[in-house]
T-cell receptor, first 111, second 115 residues
Framework: GQNIDQPTEMTATEGAIVQINCTYQ??????LFWYQQHAGEAPTFLSY????GLEEKGRFSSFLSRSKGYSYLLLKELQMKDSASYLC????????????FGSGTRLQVQP | EPEVTQTPSHQVTQMGQEVILRCVPI?????FYWYRQILGQKVEFLVS????????KSEIFDDQFSVERPDGSNFTLKIRSTKLEDSAMYFC?????????????FGNGTRLTVT
């Protein structure tokens, strides 16, 4: 079966750095995506990794290790507005476009 | 910035009734999707659509569900006979043609409540 695991909840302090981990065991792999979802809203795209290594985009970075089936999302200089759920999603293979989502990590940023 | 639009934002229906959820994908996108999210649960894939036909579907997408692209802009999800457990947020998404790195762009969703 397909398994995408993330911690359920995390808490961090404004201005700090937080790392949200995602592990996956899937029948195929053609890319990993991170999305942000505020309560009651649509998921919005943050980052994409298909090769091993780190992708940086402003305050957000995402890392991938395909051999370990592992990714993390790093958020720096946390702001209150970063309080949201962060969803890890895998695209299974080149012939498929749909993404399979993990259950998401709810991040609470405290003052 | 172009966006996916969905209507209505909320829909309340009685069990056994048919509902149609509507979406206008981003205009140059060629892949269209429906996902659902039951309150407090994860985003679940229902179906993807390309070149006027279903390209993938999940076990959730049974005979009660159908999708259609009735014209050049709209993409619809029909639930024939709604059940209580169909209550969820339904998200439409679209993605560009080309490489597998294209992310999905989601609409703001339709909250469906079945009573």
């Amino acid at each position: 079966g397909q398994n995408i695991d993330q911690p359920t909840e995390m808490t961090a302090t404004e201005g700090a750095i937080v790392q949200i981990n995602c592990t996956y065991q899937t029948s195929g792999f053609n890319g990993l995506f991170w999305y942000q979802q505020h309560a009651g809203e649509a998921p919005t795209f943050l980052s994409y990794n298909v090769l091993d290594g780190l992708e940086e985009k402003g305050r957000f970075s995402s890392f991938l290790s395909r051999s370990k089936g592992y990714s993390y999302l790093l958020l720096k200089e946390l702001q209150m507005k970063d309080s949201a759920s962060y969803l890890c999603a895998v695209r299974m293979d080149t012939g498929r476009r749909a993404l399979t989502f993990g259950s998401g990590t709810r991040l609470q940023v405290q003052p | 910035e172009p966006e996916v639009t969905q209507t209505p934002s909320h829909q309340v229906t009685q069990m056994g009734q048919e509902v149609i959820l509507r979406c206008v994908p981003i205009s140059n996108h060629l892949y269209f999707y429906w996902y659902r999210q039951i309150l407090g649960q994860k985003v679940e894939f229902l179906v993807s659509f390309y070149n006027n036909e279903i390209s993938e579907k999940s076990e959730i997408f049974d005979d009660q569900f159908s999708v259609e692209r009735p014209d050049g802009s709209n993409f619809t999800l029909k639930i024939r006979s709604t059940k209580l457990e169909d209550s969820a947020m339904y998200f439409c998404a679209s993605s560009e043609p080309g490489t597998g790195q294209s992310p999905l762009h989601f609409g703001n969703g339709t909250r469906l409540t079945v009573t």
